[in-house]
């Protein structure tokens, strides 16, 4: 006769362990809490002693002051909450297109240290040894004053085909937006997902057959055919916005500021070294014999390196440049040292024309933390996804 085990029944005497447990950590989040209470209640009644305001109202009234780069129109008149809300776009600008290009340089770099040409391992250890050991604000102002001395003026700008480059900035042709751009936009973005699930098969069918199939080359074909298949569909419109040589400067065209420029090339050198230490540390944590049994499958070095070391690398190389992705995006901060308004700069002259420093901190603290947290989110994603699953 079979008898069926019932899970014991939790016991709530003090002599069990599980709940001694619970009530501790009812007991420390109720003190935490009470404790955070009482500094918030402390803070107000000193600041009301003092005459000094507090809230939220400020964020409706108008914010007085223009933005001189921002991605969306954005009048003095219009409210504070709007400049935070440029502020906000302008700093996840930097750091989204930072995470991308710190991805790519770092991983060349960290990739160029094994390589068997002594030139282009000396030129990436180099670049690593310099660049990682000059703080982040110095080549912030490096770039900037490249940007803003070195360059010739805006009357006189570096021709490079349809491009300008001069002390005003970077200026490029931009498409005047159609029927044709919208449906090649859509192409892609159906692209993508055809991609991942081409890359998703490629290393199924690798491990199961021993057979390489492009994982780069055929997605990125996916994605500039869908696009182009788009564009044709909506009837291949050619008609660019192109920047010209004004009187005094470059007009028409997309621009890129040297505040802009100087903050994502900054944060992109530097972030880049460290991450081709934590790439070169990642591959050099993967056996020899993997490489030497990818040598006996008959694979080249590249195909060794994408299909067989740099997977493995992963789960070594992961953690560490999530955390370089944070520090990436909390070192955008120092933009205020050369005048890119974002989130801080914003909330100083905030704080400084309403007093308001509690909340315009508060704000700089809630952007950082949830842009820090979605990061953290995503990498912890992409980690355990990439994660050797073991039998």
């Known amino acids: 006769m079979s008898t069926s085990h019932k899970p014991p029944k939790p016991s709530w005497s003090w002599r069990s362990q599980a709940f001694r447990g619970i009530v501790y950590q009812v007991v420390t989040v109720a003190l935490i809490l009470a404790a955070v209470l009482y500094l918030a209640h402390n803070t107000q009644v000193n600041m009301k ?10 964020m409706l009234g108008g914010a007085g002051f223009d933005i001189g780069e921002s991605l969306f ?6 409210p504070y909450w709007k400049a935070f809300l440029v502020g906000f776009s302008n700093t996840l600008r930097v750091a989204i297109l930072g995470i991308i290009l710190t991805t790519i340089l770092g991983t060349l770099i960290g990739v160029g240290r094994f390589s068997r040409n002594a030139l282009v391992r000396g030129i990436c250890l180099c670049y690593v040894e310099f660049f990682r050991n000059i703080p982040i604000l110095l080549q912030l102002l490096m770039w900037y004053l490249m940007f803003t001395e070195v360059l010739p003026e805006s009357s006189t700008p570096l021709t490079l085909g349809p491009l300008f480059l001069s002390k005003g900035g970077l200026n490029f042709p931009i498409p005047v937006w159609a029927t044709g751009q919208y449906f090649a936009a859509i192409g892609m973005a159906v692209a993508v997902v055809v991609a991942f699930l081409y890359r998703r098969w490629a290393i199924q069918s690798f491990e ?7 994982l ?3 997605p990125v074909g ?19 916005n192109m920047p010209v040589q004004g009187e005094f400067a470059i007009e028409n065209g997309g621009a890129l500021t040297p505040e802009f420029l100087s903050v994502l090339l900054g944060l992109t050198v530097y972030t880049a070294a460290f991450v081709a ?7 050099s944590s993967v056996a020899l014999g993997q490489t030497e049994a990818a040598a006996a ?7 060794t390196m994408r299909l067989v070391t740099l997977p493995q690398a992963l789960r070594v190389i992961i953690p560490p440049v999530t955390n370089q992705f944070l520090n990436l995006t909390k070192n955008s901060s120092l933009a205020v040292a050369i005048g890119y308004p974002d989130v801080v700069s914003i909330a100083n002259t905030a704080l400084n024309q309403t007093g308001r420093a509690v909340e315009c901190i508060a704000i700089i603290m809630l952007v950082y933390l949830s842009t820090s947290l979605s990061t953290s989110f995503g990498m912890n994603w992409y980690n355990n996804r990439s994660a050797i699953k073991e039998r």
């Not at 199961?208 to 492009?214: F, I, L, Q």
Request: glycine share 20%; proline share 3%; net charge neutral.
């Open 49 to 58: 002693a003092r005459g000094i305001q507090s809230g939220w109202d400020f």
């Open 277 to 283: 230490e934590v790439v070169r540390g990642g591959i």
């Open 208 to 214: 199961r057959t021993g057979v390489p199939k492009s």
């Open 73 to 78: 129109a954005f009048d003095s008149a219009e």
């Open 222 to 240: 996916i994605i500039i055919g869908f696009g182009v298949v788009g564009w044709i569909v909506g009837g291949a419109p050619m008609e660019f």
């Open 216 to 218: 780069f080359w055929v």
């Open 297 to 303: 499958l008959g694979l080249s070095r590249g195909q």
